[in-house]
């Protein structure tokens, strides 16, 4: 059971250029989460899934798209990648995501610097 | 809206003194609160969390928190720090309220530095 893995961990990009940030989840949860973190600032969320075939926008969406592929997997796509985008990116999923009291497990982290 | 404001952006123990990690927030009603652990190069890991019933929540690696309304506080303590403790953590609400409840408002975090 690896619970949230994210890919890659590392990645450096140059201003304009495209990416995708992968997650997936092996405790079947139903919601998944991205956030990005920067220093000061706690985290914020991105986009969030609250089940297969939904997603919606958190507070920063700005400049991201995302996709739930299917139940385990939530990816996150830069388009255009820009200087104000390098920050570290988590991934989070939760069991049920309608109850407020679910808690949020996260992956490790993608920290990506662009440049 | 709902916010959460971490009173100091460091702190620093010494081993087996006390720590006290302060959290406030702010919403139209009383929310669920959680604490997060971030250790170095990792993700968040729940330390604890209050939904209903008891004020006092115990987590852990011996952390604990108590839920006062009356001072719109979730402080974070632990009688005796060790070194391992060295990390960051963060204080979280969210509203009991459906539509955005499943979004987690986090606190800009506390470093916590134990030193020998």
């Known amino acids: 059971n690896a619970g949230v893995t994210q890919t890659p961990k590392f990645q450096v990009l140059k201003t304009g250029q495209s990416m995708t940030l992968q997650c997936a989840q092996d405790?079947?949860?139903?919601?998944m989460y991205w956030y990005r973190q920067d220093p000061g600032m706690g985290l914020r969320l991105i986009y969030y899934?609250?089940?297969?075939?939904?997603?919606d926008k958190g507070e920063v969406p700005n400049g991201y798209n995302v996709s739930r592929l299917n139940k385990r997997e939530f990816s996150l796509r830069l388009e255009s990648a820009a200087p104000s985008q390098t920050s570290v990116y988590f991934c989070?999923?939760?069991?049920?995501?309608?109850?407020?009291?679910?808690?949020?497990?996260f992956g490790p982290g993608t920290r990506l610097t662009v440049l | 809206a709902q916010s959460v404001t971490q009173l100091g952006s460091h702190v620093s123990v010494s081993e087996g003194a006390l720590v006290l990690l302060r959290c406030n927030y702010s919403?139209?009603?009383?929310?669920?609160l959680f604490w997060y652990v971030q250790y170095p190069n990792q993700g968040l890991q729940l330390l604890l969390k209050?939904?209903?019933?008891?004020?006092l929540v115990k987590g852990i690696n011996g952390f604990e928190a108590e839920f006062k309304k009356s001072e719109t506080s979730f402080h974070l303590t632990k009688p005796s720090a060790h070194m391992s403790d060295a990390a960051e953590y963060f204080c979280?609400?969210?509203?009991?309220?459906?539509?955005?409840?499943?979004?987690?408002?986090f606190g800009s975090g506390t470093q916590l530095t134990v030193l020998p």
């Open positions: 899934s609250a089940s297969e075939g939904t997603t």
């Open positions: 989070a999923s939760s069991e049920r995501g309608a109850t407020s009291t679910d808690t949020q497990y």
């Open positions: 209050y939904t209903t019933g008891a004020t």
């Open positions: 919403s139209s009603v009383p929310p669920y």
């Open positions: 405790m079947n949860h139903n919601s």
């Open positions: 979280a609400v969210r509203a009991i309220s459906s539509g955005s409840a499943r979004q987690l408002t």
